[in-house]
């Protein structure tokens, strides 16, 4: 079956641009997570949705970040503004349930803002 | 500030033999724990688990033990195989939120 798919796969913006990066999760699961992995460091949490309710949005670093998933299956991250600083990749993950258990990522958008 | 930490960035082994991976945490509201490989360009696939309530989880060439006093876990490959060659991230859940470590780059040499 299909797993958890990005795209674009990489996107390069000037500062200053808007981007918007899409990700479709395995059908049917109810959790999806949005992470930022900047080089040589590990994924860090941004926003995490329970179907299409965005139940945390802690990890979002400015209000410049924005993310939704409004029928519940595909989301979208949107960067407004971008800066240098954004340049990381970001990884979609869904999960079947609501808690703990396994978390199936997506193969992640690459972001380079010049 | 980092929550769960992989101390060394990378690790050769010769294929056949073991590779040791290790990961410490400091959160102790961590409940589960999980590892992850990654080959480049793709995204992290799930490796082994294991909850809190237990001291080690084996699957196939893969165990991790938990030991909760010292808030540290490892990961065991035996034996170690060319395509275990990857970067290897811990992560810890509380509720629904994972954290990961910096991730460690196994190269398993011929």
């Known amino acids: 079956g299909a797993g958890v798919s990005q795209s674009p796969r990489y996107k390069v913006a000037k500062r200053g641009q808007d981007v918007a990066l899409r990700c479709d999760p395995i059908s049917g699961h109810v959790s999806l997570f949005w992470y930022q992995q900047a080089l040589g460091q590990g994924p860090e949490f941004l926003t995490y949705f329970q179907n299409e309710a965005q139940l945390d949005k802690s990890g979002l670093p400015s209000d410049r970040f924005f993310a939704e998933r409004p029928e519940g299956s595909v989301s979208t991250l949107k960067i407004q503004r971008t800066q240098q600083e954004d340049s990381a990749v970001y990884l979609c993950?869904?999960?079947?349930?609501?808690?703990?258990?396994?978390?199936?990522f997506g193969p992640g958008t690459r972001l380079t803002v010049t | 500030d980092q929550q769960v930490k992989q101390n060394s960035p990378s690790l050769s082994v010769q294929e056949g033999r073991i590779s040791i991976l290790n990961c410490d945490y400091t959160?102790?509201?961590?409940?589960?724990f999980l590892w992850y490989k990654k080959y480049p360009a793709e995204g992290p696939t799930f490796l082994i688990s294991?909850?809190?309530?237990?001291d080690k989880n084996e699957d196939g060439r893969f165990t991790v033990f938990l030991n909760k006093s010292a808030k540290h876990l490892s990961l065991h490959i035996v034996p170690s195989q060319p395509g275990d060659s990857a970067v290897y991230f811990c992560?810890?859940?509380?509720?629904?939120?994972?954290?990961f470590g910096a991730g460690t780059t196994v190269t398993v040499r011929a």
């Open positions: 993950a869904s999960s079947q349930g609501t808690g703990i258990g396994e978390q199936y």
């Open positions: 294991i909850s809190s309530i237990k």
């Open positions: 992560a810890a859940f509380n509720d629904y939120k994972l954290s």
């Open positions: 959160n102790s509201m961590f409940d589960y």
